[in-house]
């Protein structure tokens, strides 16, 4: 079927017309679009997310006081709508044991942690000792103390220290720490991972400084190393993901090890 053509913006190419009224109102849509990191956002991306969450997720005391009792801390955690992804995603690989580097307030964790069975186990790491308690406090609200570790420390100490206790692999490893020792850890989490694990990473796309290689952010730097090493590896079935929502423009990276 032809697409209808309802006009055409500025560099000449068509806007269908199921896109007439949004464009009538949108000069993004006419313009092309400038790459102004420090600004970009939309409120039409917090009211999607915002009517979808408030579809799909119950009310939840235990994840408000999690939000409340975090609201020292950077506003950095995962958003809900993430929160629930990261959840099915455990459920749907049946997670018995999950790692995740970056603990914050607990927030990603609790989502997580929900999805483990009775004797599932997930270790948070995490640098700073009073996110941490802060974290502790909000996992116990959550009746989830029995289930998660936080552990302090520096994440490539922690992460060396797992290595050469020998337990038993995670099913499902998620990072989101410091931006530039990602690479570091997600070759770690390789280490620690079985055939079928999946590691999930945070904040790899940061408004599209990843591909910003004239500047020299060691997050972004971070970032891109992380994406080729993925790419370089035939032990992996790598995904990226670009998001939008309440956090802004973001994405994860996947990979599904197919052999440890
Ligand atoms: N996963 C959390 C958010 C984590 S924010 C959530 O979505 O709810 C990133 C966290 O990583 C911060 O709490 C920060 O203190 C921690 N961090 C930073 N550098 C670290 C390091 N080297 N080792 C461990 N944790 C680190
Ligand atoms: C930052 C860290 C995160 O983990 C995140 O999800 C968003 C921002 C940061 O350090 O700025
Ligand atoms: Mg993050």
């Not at 790459?35 to 939309?42: E, I, V």
């Not at 999805?115 to 116990?140: C, F, M, T």
Request: a negative charge.
């Amino acid at each position: 079927m032809a697409l209808e053509v309802a006009g055409s913006n500025p560099a000449g190419h068509p806007i269908p017309s199921f896109l007439a009224t949004v464009a009538a109102g949108c000069d993004r849509l006419r313009t092309p679009p400038t790459l102004d990191s420090s600004t970009m956002n939309d409120d039409r991306w917090d009211a999607v997310d915002a009517y979808a969450t408030g579809l799909l997720q119950p009310a939840d005391p235990v994840l408000d006081a999690a939000i409340k009792d975090s609201a020292e801390l950077p506003n950095i955690a995962v958003s809900p709508a993430q929160g629930q992804f990261l959840h099915v995603l455990a459920q749907a690989i049946k997670a018995r044991r999950i790692l995740e580097i970056g603990t914050l307030g607990g927030y990603s964790a609790i989502w997580m942690a929900r999805a483990l069975p009775d004797d599932g186990r997930l270790i948070s790491l995490e640098l700073d000792p009073h996110h941490a308690e802060v974290a502790r406090r909000n996992i116990a609200r959550a009746g989830l103390d029995a289930k998660v570790e936080v552990r302090v420390g520096a994440a490539l100490d922690s992460l060396a220290a797992l290595r050469e206790s020998g337990g038993e692999p995670f099913d499902l490893v998620f990072i989101d720490a410091d931006k530039r020792n990602t690479p570091a850890y997600f070759s770690t989490a390789v280490d620690l991972a079985h055939a079928g694990s999946l590691i999930v990473v945070d904040n790899v796309v940061r408004q599209g400084k990843l591909i910003e290689t004239e500047t020299d952010d060691p997050d972004a730097e971070g970032m891109r190393r992380l994406i080729e090493q993925m790419g370089a590896d035939r032990r992996l079935s790598p995904a990226m993901i670009q998001t939008v929502g309440v956090k802004g423009w973001d994405g994860f990276a996947f990979a599904l090890v197919l052999e440890a």
